[in-house]
């Protein structure tokens, strides 16, 4: 008989909660997604909540809880770590160590508290797993594959920052790994620090900058900075980082080493960040390859799941897939330490149970990822109404038809449909849509509607059936966490292009769907199918009777800073704050033109925090 299990991560970043019914994921979600607080890493009381709602169940329905890393052993290399550096990181050490003697190594104690405030029923048991355990479970379990390697990397768990596994049936094997303070993801981060973004948030900028520049930073990178092994392991030399003796990622001897001071939050982007970025993103990928060969000849396996932070590059997992090392890989879609929730949570049903999520009809276990919260038309009715909103009800096949119309003239559209996105990415139940075709659409969305940097790519969603036609992907990509090229049936003659560099390369026209082409002629591709995400495919199909294009511009359903739309009210207030031309939120159609006027106090942008 299976049992519930409440799996939660919590109090580093982007804290989030789980809930498994033996072989069946029945819900997951970010806290953030309820607090409106961007990666939150508080407890995730909003996210429990909504999980044990949706299951129909209280805590005292719960057979236990997982939580997604072992505390003591974290501590013990966090003393390691002052100890090795002191007397340097004492004020770090000073300002760390209440929270861990308080509350922090009582883990168990602490959250069974926050459970027992929620006052949804008795609490039950508590355990603790590792952290790279929870990423290589999240990554296998719930994947197509009954046997296959697994690869995690992020920036560091309790020691572990690369780990490889072996994953068969209900088991996963540890074989290898490579332990702090060498670790590839915090190689990333610095970089991410030294370009001027958020740590722990703008990987995936720098990740989209580097197709601006050149990598003449990789050499430097491969000499000074990282000792890459045959076999993917590495070591980084630490004199050049300062992540080990306080609070920020680089200091003086990454400036003499990369041409002067970290460029400055929001200030310009000069040539130096382009190159700067394309450096470490082709280290990064030499190094992710090497992973991935080893990974194939010690296991045999021709499949690989991937997790961990660091598979969030999607540009490495593309050239992953281009090497050819394996037949396919798949990807968990919260791929980060939200998805530890769901790892950790599946960990133990296996480990008690003997069982993991089966696909079903489905390519594997994740629903789709649409694991999160959804809203009937009357909800729905109900909350516009209150505000004040005016909208057109609509059965759904008429909906598509006109969105599709909308879309084709050029119109942007806020998509809001059943349940939503487990992860960070949307993909079709919260999102914001556009005509790929159009080229003014990139710099539209980019400046209109999420209000952030001009350079910043966007990705297409294809229809499945149609993708080989537009994209050079040879496996299905529904999590939009693989980079391919476009087909170059799709390519145009890039007038302008040799005498265009940095910024400037935005205005060259490179395909025929241009706003979500890349300047190096790639997209971050998300493929639909119908028994994935029959509603978004069925807009999708709709798009292409109209047009001829199986392609939309797909990006997530927020402005710059905020988190990823929740609830309707959540859709009706970015639509009224951004230039969003039309809302369709269940069967119910919106125009901007239509609304009544909207007023807040001052200027919200001001108070949200920039990422």
Not at 4 to 10: E, P, Q, R, T, V
Not at 241 to 261: H, I, K, N, S, W
Request: glycine share 8%; charged share 25%.
């Amino acid at each position: 008989m299976s049992e519930l299990i409440l799996g939660l991560s919590a109090y580093y970043h982007d804290s989030a909660a789980a809930l498994v019914d033996g072989d069946t994921v029945v819900a997951a979600a970010q806290e953030e997604r309820f607090s409106r607080v961007r990666h939150d890493a508080s407890f995730p009381a909003g996210a429990v909540a909504y999980c044990l709602r949706e299951a129909g169940a209280g805590l005292g329905d719960v057979s236990a809880v997982a939580y997604h890393e072992d505390p003591a052993l974290k501590f013990r290399r966090v003393l390691a770590t002052y100890a090795g550096v002191a007397p340097y990181a004492y004020r770090s050490f000073r300002d760390t160590l209440p929270s861990w003697l308080s509350w922090k190594l009582r883990m168990p104690r602490t959250l069974r508290r926050e459970l027992a405030e929620l006052r949804l029923g008795p609490v039950p048991d508590i355990s603790v797993r590792r952290h790279h355990e929870s990423h290589a479970a999240s990554a296998f379990f719930p994947s197509p594959y009954d046997s296959a390697a697994v690869l995690c990397v992020d920036g560091v768990g309790e020691w572990a920052t690369t780990t490889l596994w072996h994953g068969t049936g209900t088991t996963l094997r540890p074989i290898a790994e490579v332990r702090f303070p060498h670790s590839l993801g915090l190689l990333y981060s610095a970089f991410t620090y030294f370009c001027g973004f958020k740590v722990d948030s703008g990987e995936y900028k720098l990740m989209g900058l580097a197709p601006y520049g050149r990598p003449r930073y990789a050499r430097t990178i491969r000499e000074r900075l990282i000792d890459i092994k045959p076999d993917g392991s590495f070591r980084l030399n630490l004199r050049y980082f300062e992540y080990l003796r306080g609070q920020v990622m680089t200091g003086r001897a990454f400036e003499e080493l990369f041409d002067g001071p970290r460029r400055t939050p929001e200030g310009p982007l000069t040539e130096r960040e382009f190159d700067l970025a394309a450096s470490v993103q082709e280290v990064t990928e030499e190094v992710v390859v090497r992973l991935a060969r080893t990974a194939r000849e010690v296991t045999g396996e021709s499949r690989l799941c991937l997790a961990g932070g660091v598979a969030l590059n999607c540009v490495a997992n593309g050239k992953v897939i281009e090497a050819g090392i394996f037949d396919e890989i798949w990807v968990q879609p919260a791929a980060g330490d939200a998805g530890a929730s769901l790892g950790a949570a599946l960990a133990l049903t296996a480990e008690r149970d003997g069982v993991r999520p089966r696909p079903g009809a489905a390519r594997d276990a994740m629903a789709g990822a649409l694991l999160g919260p959804s809203y009937s038309d009357e909800e729905t009715a109900a909350r516009l109404d209150s505000l004040g909103a005016v909208y057109t009800r609509l059965d759904e096949a008429e909906l598509d038809r006109r969105v599709a119309d909308e879309l084709a003239r050029g119109k942007i559209v806020g998509w809001f449909q059943g349940r939503m996105e487990f992860g960070p990415r949307a993909l079709g139940a919260r999102s914001i849509l556009g005509d790929a075709r159009d080229p003014g659409m990139q710099s539209a969305m980019n400046l209109k509607i999420k209000f952030r940097e001009s350079f910043r790519p966007f990705a297409p969603s294809v229809l499945a059936e149609d993708a080989k036609d537009y994209f050079d992907l040879d496996q299905p990509s529904p999590y939009m966490l693989v980079v391919a090229g476009v087909a170059a049936a799709q390519l145009l003659k890039e007038d302008g292009a040799a005498d265009a560099t940095g910024l400037d390369r935005l205005g060259v026209l490179r395909s025929t769907v241009p706003a979500v082409t890349h300047v190096d002629s790639s997209a971050r591709v998300q493929t639909v199918a119908a028994r994935d995400n029959p509603r978004y495919h069925r807009l999708l199909t709709a798009f292409k009777e109209r047009t001829g294009c199986p392609v939309l511009v797909n990006t997530s359903f927020n402005v710059r800073g905020e988190p990823i739309v929740n609830t309707p009210q959540d859709a009706y207030t970015c639509f009224m704050r951004t230039h969003v031309d039309l809302l369709a939120i269940g069967g119910f159609l919106l125009r901007k033109e239509d609304q009544p006027a909207w007023a807040e106090d001052g200027d919200w942008r001001q108070a949200i925090p920039l990422d």
